[in-house]
């Protein structure tokens, strides 16, 4: 998966080339991503790729972590 590619970058852009912005949002993506999409993959149809799932979770956790790092940083 990748939810460091997705929740880190939209942290830099959002709150700047900072070091605690990228590591905050590349944890975050990290830890959060795969426990979100587990339970969204598992409840698609069966013909319904996991990849859904993946990029759900991301969208997800970025609109929740690009807030509270700004918050952090």
């Given at each position: 998966?990748?939810?460091?590619?997705?929740?880190?970058p939209?942290?830099?852009?959002?709150?700047?080339?900072s070091?605690?912005?990228?590591?905050?949002?590349?944890?975050?993506g990290?830890?959060?991503?795969?426990?979100?999409?587990r339970?969204?993959?598992?409840?698609l149809?069966?013909?319904f790729?996991?990849?859904?799932?993946n990029?759900?979770?991301?969208?997800?956790?970025t609109?929740?972590?690009?807030?509270?790092?700004?918050?952090?940083?």
């Amino acid at each position: 998966m990748s939810a460091v590619v997705s929740v880190a970058p939209a942290t830099v852009l959002a709150h700047g080339d900072s070091l605690t912005a990228l590591l905050l949002g590349a944890v975050a993506g990290a830890v959060l991503c795969p426990l979100v999409a587990r339970p969204v993959s598992a409840r698609l149809p069966q013909d319904f790729h996991p990849f859904i799932g993946n990029t759900v979770a991301m969208a997800l956790v970025t609109s929740v972590v690009v807030p509270v790092v700004g918050l952090l940083v």
